[in-house]
């Protein structure tokens, strides 16, 4: 393909993206297709000989939608939602197109550049506390990580150096081996400190754990994957209180922010902590300007060499909807979770399971586990709407989370009516297995 070729098929191609996201609504939300549906699809090694593009387009419907689970189908309640966004798809085009892999600041400096400035005006936005913020000569900063699960390992190792050479201080006579030996992690059944847990999107109370970490001198890390984007809006910013005791901070703005995956924000209060712990200086990857808070090299802030141009997405976004366009984003949803729990707590035979504060909604039938697994069942069964399950205590719930970025009012009123009378048709049939038992 050149670049003649490249400039016709690109348009087609953003056609076809543009067509599948207007009319995602006609698609069924979630396939039809059982495990290894695809492999009998296509031949079992590469083609020889160069195939054209038609070629490879028309397999897309025939061999990759079949298979496709729609997440930005306004029917799609499932897991949390996964940001989208038409800026976001630009600047990520453009930054395949530049194709840079930004490991140190020198291997393009506008990569690293930009990925610094987009992080402090996404901790402005959220209110972080100055500390956590770069700007032209501060200590700590952020960072884009691929997810949420990465910010929490790099935070635990970070931790770990940094105790280790605070004991070998105090302690010259241990070696590293016996400090290794004796380090405690506190988590609970949800692992580190987390605002919007992943079940039931429930709070820690960060003023509450964060003057024992303080007083303890624990490393004090905080996963607000989902619930992090809520922070925008200041009638949320209060949920985030009791940050300023955490060393490290993560939310995914590639969950609820429209920036498409993969985009995880993580800010440290030092970042000598995470290049204390990850610096690794070969000579081919050395440069003349040092480390400092004009310049960066942000290997030694993650666990991969490599990295992509990922800030294009943020700056993109940030710029072509503003703040006020992203918050109306999140309190549209918001309002529609709040929407379906009013549905819920109309209908005596459903029970609420967890408050409801941002946009999920946990919820099930007054009943029995298995009540409840069937109706799931045979909720993703009709594949009219798409929901996952998770436990609360002993209890097998459903959630319904608010994910698309184009979901209206209607598509919860539909979900609601499709869940009722997918009820009302399980409770006839489920009382009569009673009555024959
Ligand atoms: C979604 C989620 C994660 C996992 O996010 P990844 O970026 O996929 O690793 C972690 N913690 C919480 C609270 C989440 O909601």
Known sequence: MDAAEFRKRGKEMVDYIADYLEKIDKRQVFPDVEPGYLRPLIPDCAPQDPESFEDVFKDIEKIIMPGVTHWHSPYFFAYFPAASSFPALLADMLCGGIGCVGFSWAASPACTELETVMLDWLGKMINLPEEFLAGKDGRGGGVIQGSASEATLISLLAARTKTIRRMQSEKPELTEADIMGRLVAYASDQFCATLGTTPCCSFDKLVELGPICTKENIWMHIDAAYAGSAFICPEFRHLLNGVEFADSFNFNPHKWLLVNFDCSAMWVKKRSDLTGAFKLEPLYLQHHHQ????????????????????????????????????????????????????????????????????????????????????????????????????????????????????????????????ISQLATDLLKTWEQNQHQQ
Not at 350 to 371: H, I, M, P, T, W
Request: proline share 2%; with cysteine; aromatic share 10%.
């Open 291 to 418: 480390e400092s808070g004009l310049v960066t090299d942000y290997r030694h802030w993650q666990i991969p060499l490599g990295r992509r141009f990922r800030s294009l997405k943020l700056w993109f976004v940030l710029r072509m909807y503003g703040v006020t366009g992203l918050q109306e984003h999140i309190r549209k949803h918001v309002r529609l979770s709040h929407q379906f729990e009013h549905l819920v707590l109309q209908d005596e035979r459903f029970e609420l399971c967890a408050e409801v504060v941002l946009g999920l909604v946990c919820f099930r039938l007054k009943g029995s586990n298995d009540l409840n697994k069937a109706l799931l069942e045979s909720i993703n069964e009709a594949k009219k709407i798409h929901l996952v399950p998770c436990h609360l205590r002993e209890k097998f719930v459903l959630r319904f989370a608010i994910c698309s970025r184009t979901v209206e009012s209607t598509h919860v009123k539909f979900a609601w009516q499709h």
